[in-house]
């Protein structure tokens, strides 16, 4: 079973505009990951953020984290066209192992 | 740097057929893995390798096998093809050596590798 869901599946918009992508999760976590995926590619770390922090910034990308819900987002603000890809959420659940589960992701088409 | 390489990119097998996929990096990372990645199921953990010598099953390990050759390899084998084993697969790895809840196991990804069994 899929530790990360991402909602939505999919998100169509506007170049400029923000985009807004969430992740929930089932198990305690010490920390969640944020990776992109371009079409035909491998994924690629976006950003990470601890259990002990509720928000995190780098350049256009600002996660939040609530670990009360279970729950974080992702937001992209002014999108560009190169925003094009899938976005994961990923957790290594409250164990410190290996094993590393990431969500269904959500596609995201940012139209010029 | 290369980072992961993964061989081949594509393959097209028939049901039994028998293959490996190989996988390289070169970050002197500890931790391998292979995941597979289907249309909206996200990523599966299929086998990772926490060190050398060390292989353990993820979360879709039937009806494959794999093999930690030194610090730099791991390979991925299918014994007997079977369609449902059509997918995309990952190779990743990170520096991660040991179960430790400080720190974050941040993957590094090769391209992939798209099979096709019929």
């Known amino acids: 079973s899929q530790q990360g869901e991402e909602d939505p599946q999919a998100l169509s918009i506007q170049e400029g505009e923000n985009a807004t992508m969430n992740c929930s999760y089932k198990?305690?976590?010490?920390?969640l990951q944020w990776y992109r995926q371009n079409s035909g590619r491998g994924l690629v770390h976006l950003i990470l953020i601890r259990s002990n922090e509720r928000e995190k910034h780098s350049g256009r990308l600002r996660v939040t984290l609530d670990t009360s819900k279970k729950s974080s987002s992702l937001l992209i603000t002014a999108s560009r066209a190169a925003d094009t890809a899938s976005y994961f959420c990923?957790?290594?659940?409250?164990?410190?192992?290996?094993?590393?589960?990431f969500g269904a992701g959500t596609r995201l088409f940012v139209k010029a | 740097n290369a980072g992961v390489t993964q061989t081949p990119k594509f393959q097209v097998l028939k049901t039994g057929q028998s293959m490996t996929l190989q996988c390289a990096q070169d970050?002197?990372?500890?931790?391998m893995y292979w995941y597979r990645q289907d249309p909206g199921m996200g990523l599966r953990l299929i086998y990772y390798s926490a060190s050398e010598g060390t292989t353990d099953k993820g979360e879709v390990p039937n009806g494959y096998n794999v093999s930690r050759l030194n610090k730099r390899e791991f390979s991925l084998r299918l014994e007997s093809a079977a369609p449902s084993q059509t997918s995309v697969y990952f190779c990743a790895s990170s520096p991660r050596r040991t179960v430790t809840l400080s720190g974050a196991n941040v993957l590094t990804f090769g391209a992939g590798s798209r099979l096709t069994v019929l």
């Open positions: 970050m002197n990372h500890n931790s």
């Open positions: 198990t305690s976590i010490n920390n």
């Open positions: 990923a957790t290594d659940g409250h164990t410190g192992g290996f094993k590393t589960i």
